[in-house]
């Protein structure tokens, strides 16, 4: 049972554009983290968030974690190509990861 | 501080065949988690190890299997290989016994590409 829903699954854009991508559950988290993974490499961490309303900043990316901790968003502002991947979000609790279904980003030149 | 290493990159097995992966976690982490990742299923969690002991498991057949050593380092084993474990092997590895809120991030490996020919 997939228990974090991300959206959209795919994202193709132009460089220099915005784009938020959403991670939601019914359930409650101890904390979350997003990573982003490139073809063939294992996931990167970016960020982690534990506090409900917690934002969290790293250059152009925004990270937000909803008030009850069961959902989260990932916001890019002016993507670059460089911002090509696959980012996932991943929620802990119990000492358990449930993994989002993932979002594909493309950024055109 | 050194990063999850594992071993090897790549692989290719034929059918019928077993492998056995290595991963050697961050110094000071306890935990070693394992997860197979294809593009059509994402990935998937395999077994999770904390102190030589296997504390949780995913939904995979026995031929799938796993341990870890006293220094934390783990290893899967994949017996009887099938087409269909063709995969991105990660594992990866965290605190778990954490000493404050948020000690519990997963650092991933690059990664052991099996496919099975």
């Known amino acids: 049972t997939q228990l974090l829903e991300q959206s959209p699954q795919f994202l193709s854009i132009q460089e220099g554009e915005n784009l938020t991508v959403y991670c939601n559950s019914s359930s409650v988290f101890s904390s979350l983290q997003w990573y982003r993974q490139e073809p063939g490499e294992g996931p990167v961490l970016l960020v982690t968030?534990?506090?409900?309303?917690e934002v969290k900043k790293l250059k152009r990316l925004t990270f937000q974690f909803g008030d009850a901790r069961k959902d989260s968003s990932l916001h890019i502002t002016a993507a670059q190509p460089g911002d090509t991947g696959l980012y996932l979000c991943v929620g802990e609790r119990a000492y358990k990861y449930i993994f989002g279904t993932g979002t594909r980003l493309k950024v055109l030149a | 501080k050194a990063g999850v290493t594992q071993t090897p990159r790549y692989l290719i097995k034929t059918r019928g065949q077993q492998v056995t992966l290595s991963c050697s976690p961050i110094s000071g982490h306890r935990s070693v988690s394992w997860y197979q990742q294809t593009p059509g299923q994402g990935l998937q969690f395999l077994f999770e190890?904390?102190?030589?002991?296997?504390?949780n498991k995913g939904n995979f057949p026995g031929r799938f299997s796993g341990r870890q050593f006293s220094n934390s380092r783990s290893e899967m084993n994949v017996s009887t290989l099938e087409l269909g474990d063709s995969a991105l092997y990660l594992c990866?590895?965290?605190?778990?016994?954490?000493?404050?809120?948020?000690?519990?991030?997963?650092?991933f490996g690059q990664g052991t590409r099996l496919t099975v020919v």
């Open positions: 190890y904390f102190s030589e002991t296997q504390r």
């Open positions: 990866a590895s965290s605190l778990k016994v954490p000493l404050q809120k948020g000690d519990t991030e997963a650092f």
């Open positions: 968030v534990v506090t409900g309303g």
